[in-house]
């Protein structure tokens, strides 16, 4: 049987440029400037919009400080990815058993496909902002999802995912577009008083917080980095990549807010979805760019979104139970990885399809959901990450234990209280 993911070819370095240390960062960059912008997602991107349009720039800050615990877990992700070489399924099994392995599997596979169901959501907002039929663009989504990762080669993946990367980008433009006072981002963002008695405020910021972890994340960046074939001298370099994604991806999520703070929150309008806040750009601002920029960084988070958390799931399942799961394999030597990452696309999209379904709710109980099994994710992420059996020296030291032990506490206490308000209807 083949051995559960193929054995990678790193590039090499031209000659003239072995020693170039921007080269040997772009050998190893991908896996966690991927899984960072991923982590700005259609159920991300709302949640900073409805931020702006309620409160102002007043959540900025926020956002700046979120960009510590998004290194700290990713950190220790990318770490066992490299030291280990094997997907974070992969050990939980290997060291805890088969019974913990489900658990941590059952738990993943309900969250990631109602993850990808809000992403095609996500999908069928955009269709509304560019005036086209939901249907043929959600299809032409899918399609294009699973031929990305048909393609037999990690590679070729990737640049795909970078290049939707690309789109997300335009939500800054668009920030522009909004013409926000540079004043009040500093003032009211940064060092304004935060109404910390307002209970809307709270859960918005219990909705942030748990929105910028996600437990497809930590599955996603180990398999990717064992994929792509980072070994342990990539470390550091892999390390640098992560660094780089999560400060890029908390600087997307300040322009969603910039840019609803400086039109809807200016105008009194209340956001129910990303869709709506593309399309009152466009008014409120007097720039049909503002609008379509914002549209187009909306499709290219659903659609990273969509394509991250299904190789997630997929990787995660053929670690775990010992299947072929590399995209360096073609379909026919891993036909379960595939078949399972073409099943979870081909079902959230037909779900989305549904006529007269509650899409904006649905987003909402699926971010609360999240936050409700992230106690198991980062419980298995902080046990592996000081295993000297699989870290050896390079488990936590006590003081990176104390910051993510804490980060991994305020995460979880936030995100389990919004997720009970959200799901007993006490959160709006």
């Known amino acids: 049987m083949a051995a559960v993911h193929a054995k990678p070819v790193l590039g090499t370095s031209p000659p003239g440029r072995r020693r170039s240390v921007i080269w040997k960062y772009l050998a190893v960059a991908g896996p966690g400037l991927v899984v960072a912008f991923a982590d700005t997602e259609a159920g991300s991107v709302t949640t900073a919009a409805t931020s702006g349009a309620q409160f102002g720039m007043k959540l900025v800050l926020l956002q700046l400080l979120l960009i ?216 409120l601002t007097g720039s049909k760019f503002a609008g379509v920029a914002f549209g187009a960084g909306l499709l290219g988070a659903a659609m990273l979104g969509a394509l991250v958390v299904s190789l997630a799931s997929a990787w995660a399942f053929g670690e775990a139970f010992a299947w072929p799961c590399s995209l360096n394999y073609n379909c026919t030597e891993a036909k379960r990885f595939y078949g399972l990452y073409a099943a979870m696309v081909i079902v959230a999209a037909g779900i989305v399809l549904i006529p007269h379904l509650p899409l904006v709710r649905i987003t909402v109980y699926v971010e609360a959901f999240n936050a409700l099994v992230l106690p198991i994710v980062l419980g298995f992420l902080l046990v592996l990450s000081n295993d000297k059996a699989v870290l050896g020296s390079r488990v936590n030291s006590t003081l990176g234990n104390v910051v993510a032990i804490g980060i991994s506490v305020v995460c979880i206490a936030l995100g389990v209280w919004y997720g009970f308000l959200t799901i007993t209807g006490q959160a709006g």
């Open 68 to 283: 510590v615990p998004l290194f700290v877990v990713q950190e220790m992700t990318v770490r066992l990815g490299t030291v280990a070489g094997k997907g974070h399924a992969q050990l939980i099994r290997e060291r805890y058993g088969l019974g913990w392995a489900w658990v941590s599997l059952g738990t993943m596979l309900v969250t990631n496909i109602a993850a990808l169901v809000t992403e095609f959501i996500g999908i069928a907002g955009a269709a509304l902002v560019f005036g086209v039929p939901v249907a043929p663009l959600v299809i032409a989504a899918a399609a294009l999802l699973i031929g990305i990762v048909f393609t037999g080669k990690y590679r070729r993946a990737e640049y795909a995912a970078l290049a939707l990367c690309l789109l997300e980008l335009l939500f800054i433009p668009a920030a522009f577009a909004a013409h926000p006072s540079a004043a009040s981002i500093v003032k009211d963002g940064l060092f304004g008083s935060q109404p910390l008695g307002d209970r809307d405020y709270l859960l918005l910021v219990a909705g942030n917080i748990g929105a910028v972890i996600m437990p497809w994340m930590i599955f996603y960046q180990q398999s990717a980095t064992v994929d792509k074939g980072l070994k342990p001298q990539n470390l550091p370099f892999a390390r640098v990549d992560t660094a780089i994604g999560a400060v890029l991806t908390q600087l997307i999520m300040i322009a969603i807010i910039v840019t609803a703070a400086s039109t809807l929150f200016i105008h009194g309008q209340k956001v129910e979805d990303a869709a709506h806040a593309a399309l009152a750009l466009v008014p």
